[in-house]
């Protein structure tokens, strides 16, 4: 299994670009999360999904929107690049939305607005 | 408003020395305490968790100390080795979900030969 896959490593966009970081995952799990890292504030979370076709907003939701059409792939969308966007962002699935289910991270994608 | 507090933000440790790590929350909702390890380039990792019902938990070198009265959990690393070097988030979860989970900021250690 590759677990959680993201694509890709580094970007860099101009502001006002637009762009979609894919993730997915082939652990056949139904929950998937979006979280963005910034130095010294750990982890916050964007988007979530419970299962195909159902999204939610997490606590920083603004200047992002997600779809999940399959339960594999979870892209994140950017639309109109700001620099506050700057930051590593991480892919997450679980099968369960429990604490008794693991949740496993992709390898984050790093990205500079400018 | 940030329900979990980490400290300390960096951590530098000798080898065979023990590192700890430590975190406070406000909220007595929460029922689950997971530690996150995570190297450079990498995404967090799931190292240990702990629930409030336990007062420790031990897995090889890695310990959580969890005191409910006090709000406050630790990450004890034991015999620390330079592959212990990395960033490690405590967090903790409401029974909600995942989507209610809070991390800390997150501490970076360092451990020298």
């Known amino acids: 299994n590759a677990g959680v896959t993201q694509t890709p490593k580094f970007r860099i966009l101009k502001i006002g670009q637009s762009m979609t970081l894919q993730c997915a995952q082939d652990?056949?799990?139904?929950?998937m999360y979006w979280y963005r890292q910034d130095p010294g504030m750990g982890l916050k979370l964007i988007y979530y999904?419970?299962?195909?076709?159902?999204?939610d907003k997490g606590e920083v939701p603004n200047g992002y929107n997600v779809s999940r059409s399959t339960t594999e792939d979870f892209p994140l969308r950017l639309e109109l690049a700001a620099p506050s966007q700057t930051s590593v962002y991480f892919c997450?699935?679980?099968?369960?939305?429990?604490?008794?289910?693991?949740?496993?991270f992709g390898p984050g994608t790093r990205l500079t607005v400018l | 408003q940030q329900q979990v507090k980490q400290s300390p933000q960096s951590l530098i440790v000798q080898k065979g020395g023990i590192s700890i790590i430590n975190c406070a929350y406000e909220n007595t909702a929460f029922d689950y305490f997971p530690w996150y390890q995570q190297f450079p380039g990498k995404g967090p990792a799931l190292l240990i968790a702990?629930?409030?019902?336990?007062s420790e938990k031990k897995e090889g070198r890695f310990t959580i100390s969890f005191n409910k009265s006090a709000k406050q959990f630790s990450l004890h690393i034991m015999d620390s080795q330079p592959g212990d070097s990395a960033t490690y988030f405590c967090?903790?979860?409401?029974?909600?979900?995942?989507?209610?989970?809070?991390f800390g900021i997150g501490t970076k250690l360092q451990v020298i030969p």
């Open positions: 702990i629930r409030p019902d336990v």
């Open positions: 999904s419970v299962g195909a076709g159902i999204t």
């Open positions: 967090a903790a979860f409401l029974s909600g979900g995942y989507q209610k989970v809070t």
């Open positions: 997450a699935s679980s099968y369960t939305g429990t604490s008794g289910s693991e949740q496993f």
């Open positions: 652990m056949n799990h139904n929950y």
